[in-house]
């Protein structure tokens, strides 16, 4: 069964500074899927950023990046600038790539607090 | 465009009652999946549904069952609460084939057993 470790419970960054959040997990598959939600107090789940394991460049959005490091089974995400708004609980998550089952194992989640 | 709607927003129960929670998805999705999150934990599977048919099962008991219908949204139901079902509740639906895609979410179900 894959399993999904996110080691840091809390973290916290000033405004406009960057910050990295760890992910590692554990699977056997060769081809899967890997994500980062956010969940704010709101408690609606959003969609972070996104990565394919089989490219190998590491996925980009706006202030949101990667660094998928698929031998270490690594998928840590990179805050740039950050805002207030950023603050939230980070989850990362897996999907495989095969079967019909479109199931997501969620890591325990990183609490990450913007300070102005 | 509406996003995934979830019902009610708050719930209180008793133990050993019944509940149902509800689940429109995004119109064109087609699956819908039923997540547990227990306080200070990640989302836990519970079920995914597609064309009414269920596709996967989690680690949960048979007291908890769910369905799909024509119009896809859903119905996920707990029998004999306990205490430990105490949680949010969360839908996500999804475009099969779309596992890039991943899942949209609501913003879900807190129910609180007493």
């Known amino acids: 069964a894959q399993t999904v470790t996110q080691s840091q419970p809390e973290m916290s960054v000033q405004e406009a500074e960057t910050v990295t959040l760890s992910c590692t997990y554990d699977t056997s598959e060769n081809n899967y899927y890997l994500f980062w939600y956010k969940q704010p107090p709101s408690r609606q789940m959003i969609l972070v950023i996104r990565?394919?394991?089989?490219?190998?460049q590491n996925a980009t959005e706006n202030r949101f990046s990667v660094n998928f490091q698929k031998a270490a089974k690594s998928f840590s995400l990179k805050i740039s600038d950050s805002q207030l708004g950023d603050t939230a609980m980070y989850f990362c998550?897996?999907?495989?790539?095969?079967?019909?089952?479109?199931?997501?194992?969620f890591g325990k989640g990183t609490l990450l607090t913007v300070n102005p | 465009d509406a996003g995934v709607t979830q019902s009610p927003t708050h719930l209180i129960k008793t133990r050993g009652q019944h509940v149902t929670l509800r689940c429109s998805p995004i119109s064109g999705h087609k699956s819908v999946s039923w997540y547990q999150q227990v306080l200070g934990q990640g989302p836990q599977f519970i079920f995914q549904?597609?064309?009414?048919?269920?596709?996967g099962r989690g680690n949960f008991p048979d007291r908890f069952s769910a369905r799909q219908f024509p119009n896809y949204s859903s119905e996920l139901n707990v029998n004999a609460l306990l205490l430990g079902d105490s949680a949010l509740y969360l839908c996500?639906?999804?475009?099969?084939?779309?596992?890039?895609?991943?899942?949209?979410f609501g913003s879900g179900t807190r129910l609180t057993v007493v």
């Open positions: 998550a897996f999907m495989d790539s095969g079967g019909s089952n479109y199931k997501l194992t």
């Open positions: 996500a639906s999804s475009l099969t084939g779309m596992r890039l895609g991943g899942y949209t």
């Open positions: 549904y597609y064309e009414k048919e269920e596709r």
């Open positions: 990565q394919e394991a089989y490219k190998q």
